[in-house]
T-cell receptor
Framework: GENVEQHPSTLSVQEGDSAVIKCTYSDSASNYFPWYKQELGKRPQLIIDIRSNVGEKKDQRIAVTLNKTAKHFSLHITETQPEDSAVYFCAAISGSARQLTFGSGTQLTVLP | SQTIHQWPATLVQPVGSPLSLECTVEGTSNPNLYWYRQAAGRGLQLLFYSVGIGQISSEVPQNLSASRPQDRQFILSSKKLLLSDSGFYLC???????????FGDGTRLSIL
């Protein structure tokens, strides 16, 4: 089955700096990769996703890149703000799978 | 549009008492449904998933059970709660095929 590894587990950046979170996956058949943001005490919310036929996707300050050959994908947040502080989860799934496989999460702290 | 309802939001139960958490989805048919548990500061642990009425797959052996009596209803139950059952329980749904998964607001369960 799929295995997703996520690094780093914690990340602190100064407000205005960029943050990068990286994930690797094991199943070469995986073709959909979402990212979730979970604020303290709240539910995980989808912030961006990418499919395997695309190498990069951007939405304002957030971007995701996918390298299918190396089987890794990354979340990039530019011009970080204190409200970006949260736990971020990556995930992967293949067409034949029944459930997403999640990474272990990254606690991002944006220091004012 | 699709919505997911999960209740109650918080629950305090004594050890050995029964449990019933309910989740319903609106605006979609034949969704894949999931129950996750999240310990404080930890990742998402998949407990059960269902691809159709009466079809339940268990990911982790434990004293919990799940049922899907209707297409858009998913119930998590226990006959006797343990202290280790404390946590944040999240219901989620996803359409068939690789695509986004959406979470309910969660139930924070405390066992005394």
């Amino acid at each position: 089955g799929e295995n997703v590894e996520q690094h780093p587990s914690t990340l602190s950046v100064q407000e205005g700096d960029s943050a990068v979170i990286k994930c690797t996956y094991s199943d070469s058949a995986s073709n959909y990769f979402p990212w979730y943001k979970q604020e303290l005490g709240k539910r995980p919310q989808l912030i961006i996703d990418i499919r395997s036929n695309v190498g990069e996707k951007k939405d304002q300050r957030i971007a995701v890149t996918l390298n299918k050959t190396a089987k890794h994908f990354s979340l990039h947040i530019t011009e970080t703000q204190p409200e970006d502080s949260a736990v971020y989860f990556c995930a992967a799934i293949s067409g034949s799978a029944r459930q997403l496989t999640f990474g272990s999460g990254t606690q991002l702290t944006v220091l004012p | 549009s699709q919505t997911i309802h999960q209740w109650p939001a918080t629950l305090v139960q004594p050890v050995g008492s029964p449990l019933s958490l309910e989740c319903t989805v609106e605006g979609t048919s034949n969704p894949n449904l999931y129950w996750y548990r999240q310990a404080a500061g930890r990742g998402l642990q998949l407990l059960f998933y269902s691809v159709g009425i009466g079809q339940i797959s268990s990911e982790v052996p434990q004293n919990l059970s799940a049922s899907r009596p209707q297409d858009r209803q998913f119930i998590l139950s226990s006959k006797k709660l343990l202290l280790s059952d404390s946590g944040f329980y999240l219901c989620a749904w996803r359409g068939t095929g690789p695509g986004p998964q959406h979470f309910g607001d969660g139930t924070r369960l405390s066992i005394l």
